[in-house]
C-alpha cells in the first residue's frame, strides 16, 4: 500500500520514531512518503500528489486535537485510511473514537504499523492487531490487546533518515543529528511517561532495551557518509544505566567515527572517573536534569531521590573533565511556591551549566503526577487543554495565583538570570512585570545564543 506519515512543519525537529516505523513499513513492501506540512488544506494536496492510501500520524499531548481534526479533514477530502500512534493514543486510548480516526497504535508502534496495514488491506477482515484499537466497517471499535515492544532492537531496520533529509534539505545539512542507542529507562520519576510505559508492558519487559555498539556506530557512518554531521546526539534517556555498554558505546564512536558526541545522564551516576571517560571518548557537552532546587519538591513530588550535594558534585566533575554542560530544570510544579522556583535557579548557579533550561511542568497521560494532581485537586484532569508546548503556560490551580504569573516569568528568565548575577537580583522585581512578548522575546533570544552555540557549538535553527 501507499502510505504517507505526516507532522506540523518544525525547523528541528527529526521524529525518530515515525521514521522507525516507516522503515519498519518498507521493509514489509509498502512504499512510504514524508508529508512535514503546515495545516490540512496543504496535507490534503500533498496526499492527493502522493495518491495515498492511508495517513499516519505521531500525536503528542497537545498535538493530538490538531491532527485529529487534520485526519477528519483528509478523510472527507480523500476518503483514505488513518491512523494515530504516539505517547497520546497510547494513554488515552479513546481518541480512537474520534470520527477523523479509523485506529490508533498503542506503545511502541513498528510491528503493530505493519500488522494494521494488512488489516487494512483485507477490508478490515480478520482478527484485530495486537497494539491497536481500531473500527471495523460499521465504526464498532475493536480492541487488539497488548503487544509487547521489540525486545531485539538490533533487529529493527534503521530508521528512514532519507525521508526527512532529502525531502528537507536544511535539515539533511544540519550538522547536529539524533540517534537513538537504547529504549527505556530504569526509573519512575512521576512526570515521565515512562512510568507509564512500565505499568503497560509489564515485568517481562526490561526496564532498558540497548543495541550493540556495532550497529549504532554503522547508523552514525551511514548518516554521516550520506548527509554529514558534526555532532552526535545521543538521545537516550540515560546513557549511563550501564555503564560498561556506555564505556564500549561512546569509545567505539570515538574511534570509528571521530565526531564530538551529546548525551543526558543521571547527577548520581557521574564520579571524576566517568567524567574523564566520557572526556576522553569526545562528549562535547552532556544534559543533566536537576529539575527542581527544592529537595521536598524533587522527592515528594518528582520523585528524583537525589541529593542538592550529588548534583553539584556531578556538575563539577564534568567541568573539570571539559565538558559543557545543560541544567534539565522544571518549574510551575504542583505544591511549588515561588520561593522553590527561586531555589531552582540558586542550585543552577551553584552548578555553573553553560545553559539552564527551564520548562513548566504538564500533566502528561501515563504519568503517575497527573493522576496525582487529579486527586489532590492540582489539575482538572482535561489533557485536551494541554498546550502543545511546555514553554507556554501552566495547567496547574495553584493555591495563589500570584505565585503561578510569577513562576511563569520566571521560566522564560531562568537562563539569564542563572548567567548573570545582576539579572538574579532584580528577578522578584521582573516577574512582577505584567506577561509581555518581552519575556518570550528575551527566553528566545538567549535560548538561541545559550543553548544553539554553546551545546549544539552552533546556531539552533527556528
Request: aromatic residues 10%; contains cysteine.
Amino acid at each position: 500500500m501507499r502510505i504517507a506519515l505526516t507532522s506540523l512543519a518544525c525547523a528541528h525537529v527529526v521524529p525518530l520514531g515515525m521514521l522507525y516505523v516507516a522503515a519498519a513499513l518498507r521493509d514489509a513492501g509498502h512504499a512510504v512518503f514524508w508529508c512535514e506540512v503546515r495545516d490540512a488544506s496543504e496535507l490534503t494536496e500533498r496526499l492527493r500528489a502522493c495518491r495515498a492510501e492511508v495517513v499516519g500520524f505521531g500525536a503528542t499531548t497537545g498535538m493530538h486535537g490538531l491532527y485529529a481534526q487534520w485526519a477528519l479533514h483528509v478523510k472527507r477530502e480523500l476518503g483514505i485510511r488513518t491512523m494515530m500512534g504516539g505517547p497520546h493514543p497510547t494513554f488515552v486510548p479513546g481518541i480512537v473514537e474520534h470520527p477523523g480516526l479509523d485506529a490508533i497504535c498503542v506503545g511502541e508502534a513498528e510491528q503493530s504499523a505493519v500488522e494494521l496495514i494488512g488489516w487494512f488491506g483485507r477490508g478490515l477482515q480478520g482478527e484485530p492487531v495486537a497494539g491497536v484499537r481500531c473500527k471495523d466497517a460499521e465504526g464498532n471499535v475493536l480492541e487488539g490487546g497488548p503487544r509487547q515492544p521489540p525486545g531485539d532492537l538490533d533487529a529493527l531496520p534503521f530508521p528512514a533518515y532519507d525521508l526527512v533529509y532529502d525531502g528537507d534539505r536544511r535539515k539533511g545539512a544540519y550538522r547536529v543529528k539524533p540517534f537513538l542507542a537504547s529504549r527505556g529507562c530504569a526509573y519512575r520519576c512521576t512526570y515521565c511517561g515512562n512510568a507509564g510505559y512500565l505499568s503497560l508492558y509489564g515485568r517481562d519487559v526490561e526496564p532498558v532495551r540497548k543495541r550493540r555498539s556495532r550497529l549504532v556506530v554503522e547508523e552514525i557512518r551511514l548518516v554521516e557518509r550520506r548527509w554529514g554531521l558534526e555532532l552526535v546526539w545521543l538521545a537516550d534517556a540515560s546513557l549511563l544505566t550501564d555503564r560498561s555498554w556506555a564505556e564500549e558505546l561512546v569509545g567505539r564512536i570515538h574511534r570509528e567515527v571521530g565526531k564530538p558526541f551529546f548525551c543526558k545522564v543521571r547527577a548520581d551516576h557521574v564520579d571524576a572517573r566517568t567524567a574523564k571517560m566520557l572526556a576522553k571518548a569526545g562528549c562535547a557537552a552532556v544534559g543533566v536534569g536537576l529539575e527542581s532546587g527544592s529537595e521536598r519538591i524533587r522527592r515528594r513530588v518528582l520523585g528524583r531521590r537525589m541529593s542538592g550535594d550529588t548534583m553539584l558534585s556531578a556538575c563539577r566533575h564534568l567541568r573539570e573533565a571539559g565538558i559543557r554542560l545543560l541544567t534539565f530544570n522544571m518549574v510551575g510544579i504542583p505544591t511549588e511556591t515561588f520561593e522553590d522556583a527561586l531555589a531552582t535557579v540558586d542550585l543552577n548557579i551553584a552548578c555553573a551549566p553553560d545553559f539552564a533550561e527551564a520548562t513548566l511542568l504538564q500533566p502528561y497521560p501515563g504519568t503517575p503526577i497527573a493522576s496525582w494532581s487529579v486527586r489532590k485537586g492540582h489539575f482538572d484532569g482535561d489533557f485536551d487543554a494541554v498546550d502543545y508546548s511546555y514553554l507556554s503556560t501552566s495547567p496547574f490551580r495553584f493555591a495563589d495565583t500570584r505565585d503561578r504569573d510569577r513562576i511563569e516569568r520566571l521560566q522564560k528568565l531562568m537562563g539569564l538570570a542563572v548567567e548573570f548575577p545582576e539579572v538574579r537580583r532584580v528577578l522578584p522585581w521582573l516577574v512582577e512585570l505584567p506577561a509581555s512578548r518581552f519575556h518570550d522575546a528575551i527566553f528566545r533570544i538567549w535560548y538561541r545564543l545559550g543553548f544553539g552555540r554553546r551545546i549544539h557549538g552552533m546556531s539552533t535553527p527556528w
